[in-house]
């Protein structure tokens, strides 16, 4: 399949892309960010998401979404990418809709329509400590009555503090599980952590949580498939922001250079700071073909796409990285204040850099693969 999107891809893009310049541009983020909002985000705007068929563009039409595929959602993924701001859809619309809609039961599905809607926050529990390692999942879950009981600890739950409902990974003596839990459950203690982009994460503890054996997602111990089935997705569209905050910071840039005098000539004249910006330029239009290839190989249900999905965050970190550190130093001093927008595409790009895992990790992932 061709690396370029399709006419209706297209227009999504255009839709998306205006009505976040227009919504949520980035004086939007940084409003949250200095008047110390309690919840981090918009819930009115998850709403708007919801109306304009963004949040359900992975769910079916039967609970209200649009039937799309992972293409469209790295679409949306990488206009939030540009505009930077804290949305559920990362957490709630890709991870924990994937889930729901691949193994949710019929009940357990009434969250698909509510998230299409843009009426809920679904947030999924996977990691434990400072790096991301889903093989590493300890906190477990012990059959108890008529359903289990849950022990341990998760972090860098996206949005956790303000979600409706948590999946939660857990390990069973059958193997991974994933359950639905109410965060109001007796037992779970949720603390908010703002990370360095403004963006909004959670530490979760749970102890001794009853959960009903309804509560469990597919069977017991089948966990793991549904699991990294969705973390690929995750990891696509994660790429697809990488590549959309640093072709805002490069555009960023490109205008200072546009504008910016020194020794009586605009910057953007000297050849070493071309020959930087061309290079850039390639390097993003690369990580842009990964991405996409890795998107269309998820939608085609392709063995290699979990792999995919890994080059794609891989490379799309690397270059994101490279975009907002050249942006930052072609605006000299000023590229570290506040006032100018770059640093906080650095910021952001740090983050989703660790979100998933960040480039070493998918290096293993892919020597692991090759059996190195």
């Known amino acids: 399949m061709a690396l370029i999107l399709t006419d209706e891809q297209v227009m999504l893009k255009d839709a998306v892309d205006g009505f976040l310049g227009e919504h949520a541009p980035i004086k939007h983020l940084r409003q949250l960010r200095d008047s110390h909002d309690a919840d981090g985000l918009s819930r009115t705007l998850w709403q ?13 039409e039967e609970h209200g979404g649009s039937g799309l595929g992972a293409v469209e ?58 790096k991301h390692a889903p093989h590493r999942i300890e906190t ?35 193997g991974l599980s994933l359950f639905l839990v109410d965060p109001k459950t007796d037992g779970i203690n949720i603390e908010r952590t703002v990370m360095v982009d403004a963006h909004n994460a959670a530490r979760i503890t749970l102890k001794d949580v009853e959960v009903d054996a309804d509560a469990l997602i597919g069977e017991v111990g089948s966990g793991q498939p549904v699991l990294d089935r969705a973390l690929s997705l995750g990891r696509a569209c994660a790429a697809a922001g990488l590549n959309g905050a640093g072709d805002q910071a490069f555009a960023i840039t490109l205008d200072y250079l546009k504008t910016r005098q020194q020794f009586g000539k605009l910057i953007g004249e000297f050849q070493a700071l071309q020959h930087r910006a061309a290079h850039l330029y390639t390097e993003l239009e690369l990580a842009k073909a990964a991405t996409l290839g890795a998107l269309q190989a998820i939608d085609e249900g392709k063995e290699t796409a979990g792999l995919s999905a890994s080059v794609a965050k891989a490379k799309a970190g690397r270059v994101a990285e490279l975009a907002v550190q050249e942006g930052v130093q072609m605006h000299g001093g000023v590229g570290m204040t506040d006032e100018f927008d770059i640093g906080l595409y650095m910021k952001r790009v740090r983050v989703l850099n660790e979100t998933l895992g960040d480039s070493h990790f998918h290096a293993e992932q892919l020597a692991r693969a090759r059996n190195y």
């Open 48 to 60: 708007q998401f919801g109306e304009m068929g963004f949040a359900g563009v992975l769910i079916d």
């Open 140 to 174: 477990r879950a012990e059959r108890s009555g008529n359903g289990f009981k849950l022990n341990g600890a998760k972090a860098l739950v996206l949005d956790g503090h303000v979600a409706d409902a948590l999946i939660v990974a857990a390990q069973t003596d059958e």
């Open 73 to 130: 959602a790295g679409v949306i993924a990488e206009s939030l990418g540009r505009t930077l701001p804290p949305s559920p859809f990362f957490g709630s619309a890709v991870l924990s809709a994937s889930i729901l809609q691949n193994a949710g039961s019929d009940a357990q599905k009434f969250w698909l329509s509510k998230i299409a809607a843009g009426e809920a926050i679904v947030s999924l529990a996977v990691d434990e400590g400072a």
